[in-house]
C-alpha cells in the first residue's frame, strides 16, 4: 500500500528565508505527487503537481518541488516565505488504477516577523 | 468557473439530530470523497464514490452516511450515531492521476 510521511510535524521560519517542507513516499510504481496548501478555515488548494518529465515542477505563488525518485521524496521549497504563506501543507501521492489519494499527515508553517 | 461548493458554511447541531451537509460540483468529475478533520489533524476519509449511485466507506465512516443519486451530488449526512460530530468537513472531487478539486469545507459544532 502506498504511504506518504511528512516527518515535520511544525516549522517556524523568518519572513524573507528560504523555506523546504519535507516529503516522503511509499509506492512501488510510478507515483503522482501532489502539494497542497491551506489557510485556516478554508478548503485545500493545489500548489503543484508532479506526473512525469522533468523533476523540477513550478506551482503558483512561487513555490516549487523536485522529485527524487533514489530518495523517494517530493519536497516543497520557496526562496523567500511571505508572512502569508503561514499555513498548513499537505503532500499527496496518487496513482494509476488507484481510487484515492493517500495524504500526508500536513506540515503547520508558521512565519515571524 | 468549475469547482466545488459546501454548504453551509457553519452549522450547529443538537444533540441527538441528523444534519446534512451539501457538496455540489461543477466539474463533471466522477469520484467525490468526504473527510474529517479535527484541529491539529490531518484528513480523515469518511466516505467516497466513484460514480454515481455507488460510494465505499472511508476509514471512519461509523455515523455518517451518505447518498449518490447524482454525479453533481454527494451530500453527507451526520447521524444521532456520531458521539463527537464537531469538526471541520471537507468536500472533495477528483482521481489520484490528477488530484483534488476541494471545497471550502463546512464547520460543524454541537450545541
Known sequence: AQSVTQPD??????????????????YGATPYLFWYVQ???????LLLKY?????????IKGFEAEFKRSQSSFNLRKPSVHWSDAAEYFCAVGAVGNEKLTFGTGTRLTIIP | ???????????????????????????????????????????????????????????????????????ESFPLTVTS?????????????GTSVYGYTFGSGTRLTVV
Open chain 2, 81 to 93: 450515531a456520531q458521539k463527537n460530530p464537531t469538526a471541520f468537513y471537507l468536500c472533495a472531487s
Open chain 1, 9 to 26: 510535524i511544525h516549522i517556524t521560519v523568518s519572513e524573507g528565508a528560504s523555506l523546504e517542507l519535507r516529503c516522503n513516499y511509499s
Open chain 1, 39 to 45: 489557510s485556516p478555515g478554508q478548503g485545500l488548494q
Open chain 1, 51 to 59: 506526473f512525469s518529465g522533468d523533476t523540477l515542477v513550478q506551482g
Open chain 2, 1 to 71: 468557473d468549475g469547482g466545488i461548493t459546501q454548504s453551509p458554511k457553519y452549522l450547529f447541531r443538537k444533540e441527538g439530530q441528523n444534519v446534512t451537509l451539501s457538496c455540489e460540483q461543477n466539474l463533471n468529475h466522477d469520484a467525490m470523497y468526504w473527510y474529517r478533520q479535527d484541529p491539529g489533524q490531518g484528513l480523515r476519509l469518511i466516505y467516497y464514490s466513484q460514480i454515481v449511485n455507488d460510494f465505499q466507506k472511508g476509514d471512519i465512516a461509523e455515523g455518517y452516511s451518505v447518498s449518490r443519486e447524482k454525479k
